[in-house]
């Protein structure tokens, strides 16, 4: 039996030279990516001196001042960084918990106009955040919402919520029904089938769905700009605090920065695999 050939990548069968331009690009674009990362890293363990000054220092002697001091006096960082866990952490895991749910209904269900329906999900969060943060404030403001933790999780929510029953609805179209009508055979319920069957099966749409909707919740500044408060704050509430009239605190900007960054980096590298499984299976499909 002869082996099986696999097919070669558009960039194994294009020439030389067109491979030599494509490693080109990728490695501008990764340059471009990264040495803003790394100088804003590296920068975090500078002094005063060294971060301002007029040039820039490859070579210096570490510090952990700039940490340190996010988490001494005034600038104790500790609410912050619990206010952004707790915001993000619970606002991508509901927007994941409903968007299955929603998205399973989505896929299955059979009507007319479920393409336009689709669509008219996504458009939502396609809406700049200025056109929905005046009516959210004033709905939240009669509810007693600003400037609380809730209130924080149904604004991300807003926006996470579409994008996950979108995102799921694809990834569930991908399975075949006769999945559910097997498990339905068997004796199954039709929340049996989805939860011991489908559920297990879309994993990567899971993960994929989560990891985005956190970043998305993490990094927001606008949202909590507007609704949070002194109980509330999150971490790029406390890094604009840092720019004031007197001056700007470089090095802590810098180490409040890669606080922001490099757990969001880090879950990605955590969960890659199923990150581009998800990205490039489900989501291309495009209910």
Same mark, same amino acid.
């Given at each position: 039996?002869?082996?099986?050939?696999?097919?070669?990548?558009?960039?194994?069968?294009?020439?030389?030279?067109?491979?030599?331009?494509?490693?080109?690009?990728?490695?501008?674009?990764?340059?471009?990516?990264?040495?803003?990362?790394?100088?804003?890293?590296?920068?975090?363990?500078?002094?005063?001196?060294?971060?301002?000054?007029?040039?820039?220092?490859?070579?210096?002697?570490?510090?952990?001042?700039?940490?340190?001091?996010?988490?001494?006096?005034?600038?104790? !960082?500790? #609410?912050? /960084?619990?206010? &952004?866990?707790?915001? +993000? =952490?619970? %606002?991508?895991?509901? @927007?994941?918990?409903?968007?299955?749910?929603?998205?399973?209904?989505?896929?299955?269900?059979?009507?007319?106009?479920?393409?336009?329906?689709?669509?008219?999900?996504?458009?939502?969060?396609?809406?700049?955040?200025?056109?929905?943060?005046?009516?959210?404030?004033?709905?939240?403001?009669?509810?007693?919402?600003?400037?609380?933790?809730?209130?924080?999780?149904?604004?991300?929510?807003?926006?996470?919520?579409?994008?996950?029953?979108?995102?799921?609805?694809?990834?569930?179209?991908? !399975?075949? #029904?006769? /999945?559910?009508? &097997?498990?339905?055979? +068997? =004796?199954? %319920?039709?929340?049996? @089938?989805?939860?011991?069957?489908?559920?297990?099966?879309?994993?990567?749409?899971?993960?994929?769905?989560?990891?985005?909707?956190?970043?998305?919740?993490?990094?927001?500044?606008?949202?909590?700009?507007?609704?949070?408060?002194?109980?509330?704050?999150?971490?790029?509430?406390?890094?604009?605090?840092?720019?004031?009239?007197?001056?700007?605190?470089?090095?802590?900007?810098?180490?409040?920065?890669?606080?922001?960054?490099?757990?969001?980096?880090?879950?990605?590298?955590?969960?890659?695999?199923?990150?581009?499984?998800?990205?490039?299976?489900?989501?291309?499909?495009?209910?």
């Amino acid at each position: 039996m002869s082996a099986v050939s696999i097919p070669a990548s558009p960039l194994e069968r294009g020439t030389k030279k067109a491979r030599v331009i494509v490693w080109i690009v990728l490695a501008v674009g990764l340059v471009w990516t990264l040495v803003p990362l790394l100088w804003m890293f590296t920068s975090s363990f500078k002094n005063d001196q060294d971060v301002t000054s007029a040039d820039p220092k490859v070579l210096f002697a570490p510090t952990l001042d700039n940490y340190t001091g996010l988490f001494t006096g005034a600038n104790n !960082l500790t #609410p912050y /960084l619990w206010h &952004s866990i707790v915001a +993000a =952490g619970l %606002s991508a895991f509901l @927007a994941v918990a409903i968007g299955a749910l929603a998205g399973y209904g989505l896929a299955r269900t059979q009507m007319r106009g479920k393409k336009h329906l689709s669509f008219w999900i996504i458009s939502t969060r396609m809406a700049p955040i200025a056109a929905v943060v005046l009516p959210l404030f004033l709905i939240f403001r009669q509810l007693g919402l600003i400037d609380s933790i809730p209130g924080l999780v149904l604004a991300y929510l807003t926006f996470d919520l579409p994008f996950a029953i979108w995102l799921m609805s694809a990834f569930f179209a991908d !399975l075949p #029904p006769s /999945l559910e009508e &097997s498990a339905l055979v +068997a =004796g199954c %319920s039709r929340w049996q @089938a989805f939860w011991q069957v489908i559920l297990p099966l879309t994993k990567s749409g899971l993960v994929t769905t989560f990891v985005l909707c956190l970043v998305f919740a993490w990094n927001d500044y606008a949202f909590a700009l507007v609704f949070s408060g002194p109980n509330s704050q999150t971490l790029p509430i406390a890094a604009s605090q840092l720019v004031t009239q007197t001056g700007i605190d470089w090095g802590q900007l810098c180490a409040i920065g890669t606080f922001v960054v490099v757990p969001m980096m880090l879950a990605g590298l955590a969960v890659r695999r199923w990150l581009v499984t998800g990205l490039t299976l489900g989501a291309v499909t495009g209910e």
